[in-house]
T-cell receptor, first 114, second 113 residues
Framework: KAGVTQTPRYLIKTRGQQVTLSCSPI?????VSWYQQTPGQGLQFLFE???????NKGNFPGRFSGRQFSNSRSEMNVSTLELGDSALYLC?????????????FGSGTQLSVL | GESVGLHLPTLSVQEGDNSIINCAYS??????FIWYKQESGKGPQFIID?????DKRQGQRVTVLLNKTVKHLSLQIAATQPGDSAVYFC????????????FGTGTRLTIIP
């Protein structure tokens, strides 16, 4: 079974631009979460989607948004990019929602904002 | 605010020895804990998990210990191998129906040949 797939793998943008990242969860998984990883802040939760609805949101500005499609694939969008948005963006999927549901991560999209 | 933290940022261990990575958490409502391993250029990889109603769980060469009294979690890796070199994160989830994982800062484990 294929793992979580994230595209693109690397991305370079300039300040003020917007970017869309894509995530395909493990087949059959219905919950998708997004995390931002930086050397300074570590892994920070962005948001979680289940059944095409955002169920949870972290402490990020409204420039960060996401959505989930009927096939569970998810995208996240960052508008008006800032230098501080440079990070590894990780997508994780789980079969369902629940306390003991294991999250499986993709390899991430490395975003560099110049 | 609540956070999950690690005692040591780096750890070097001789190949073949056992290693112990520690993690302290402060959220008393935490009910589920996970250890992840992250190799360079990859996303975090699930290693082992434990619920708060357990104090020990074993996997293949790994053991997780949970001490709820002092809010402490540890990951023991037996007979370390070069492939164990990575950054290890502990993460916790509270039982609020909140799917957010709160991660620790990570410990870089280096296996010395």
């Amino acid at each position: 079974k294929a793992g979580v797939t994230q595209t693109p793998r690397y991305l370079i943008k300039t300040r003020g631009q917007q970017v869309t990242l894509s995530c395909s969860p493990i087949s059959g998984h219905r919950s998708v979460s997004w995390y931002q990883q930086t050397p300074g802040q570590g892994l920070q939760f962005l948001f979680e989607y289940f059944s095409e609805t955002q169920r949870n949101k972290g402490n990020f500005p409204g420039r960060f948004s996401g959505r989930q499609f009927s096939n569970s694939r998810s995208e996240m969008n960052v508008s008006t990019l800032e230098l501080g948005d440079s990070a590894l963006y990780l997508c994780a999927s789980s079969l369902y929602r629940g306390l003991n549901e294991k999250l499986f991560f993709g390899s991430g999209t490395q975003l560099s904002v110049l | 605010g609540e956070s999950v933290g690690l005692h040591l940022p780096t750890l070097s261990v001789q190949e073949g020895d056992n290693s112990i990575i520690n993690c302290a958490y402060s959220n008393s409502a935490s009910d589920y804990f996970i250890w992840y391993k992250q190799e360079s250029g990859k996303g975090p990889q699930f290693i082992i998990d434990i619920r708060s109603n357990m104090d020990k769980r074993q996997g293949q060469r790994v053991t997780v210990l949970l001490n709820k009294t002092v809010k402490h979690l540890s990951l023991q890796i037996a007979a370390t191998q070069p492939g164990d070199s990575a950054v290890y994160f502990c993460a916790e989830k509270a039982n609020f129906g909140n799917e957010k994982l709160t991660f620790g800062t990570g410990t870089r484990l280096t296996i010395i040949p």
